[in-house]
Nanobody, 129 residues
Framework: QVQLVESGGGLVQAGDSLTLSCAAS???????MAWFRQAPGREREFVAA??????????????YYLESVKGRFAATRDNAKSTLYLQMNNLKPEDTAVYFC?????????????????RGRGTQVTVSS
């Protein structure tokens, strides 16, 4: 069992930047890892994923983003530290949400939070206008 702990959330102003971290209690080198978020009164939504492909002999991470965060957010991973990051730039009030990380994709849909075996408890990000 791998435990995921998110950190780095906080209260910022529109236009500011934040970097979220997701520390895993065990190795995650071969896992797809992802970020999700849930705003008050809304369903949890996919934000970004870094996928692992065992069939790719020239292994290189593939990264996917929610359309509204493309160009502003960047997901990266440090396998040596078993940590996933989400660099968030030019934050907007609509980015306000609890951000969750997930690891070990078990379904074919990397945008489904329930499709991951390990899921964190989230960190709050609040962006004021």
């Amino acid at each position: 069992q791998v435990q995921l702990v998110e950190s780095g959330g906080g209260l910022v102003q529109a236009g500011d930047s934040l970097t979220l971290s997701c520390a895993a209690s065990g190795p995650t080198d071969y896992y797809t890892m992802a970020w999700f978020r849930q705003a008050p009164g809304r369903e949890r939504e996919f934000v970004a994923a870094i996928t692992f492909s065992a069939s790719n002999t020239n292994y290189k991470d593939s990264v996917y983003y929610l359309e509204s965060v493309k160009g502003r957010f960047a997901a990266t991973r440090d396998n040596a530290k078993s940590t996933l990051y989400l660099q968030m730039n030019n934050l907007k009030p609509e980015d306000t949400a609890v951000y969750f990380c997930a690891a070990y994709q078990t379904s074919s849909d990397y945008t489904s939070f329930q499709g991951y075996k390990f899921r964190g408890r989230g960190t709050q990000v609040t962006v004021s206008s």
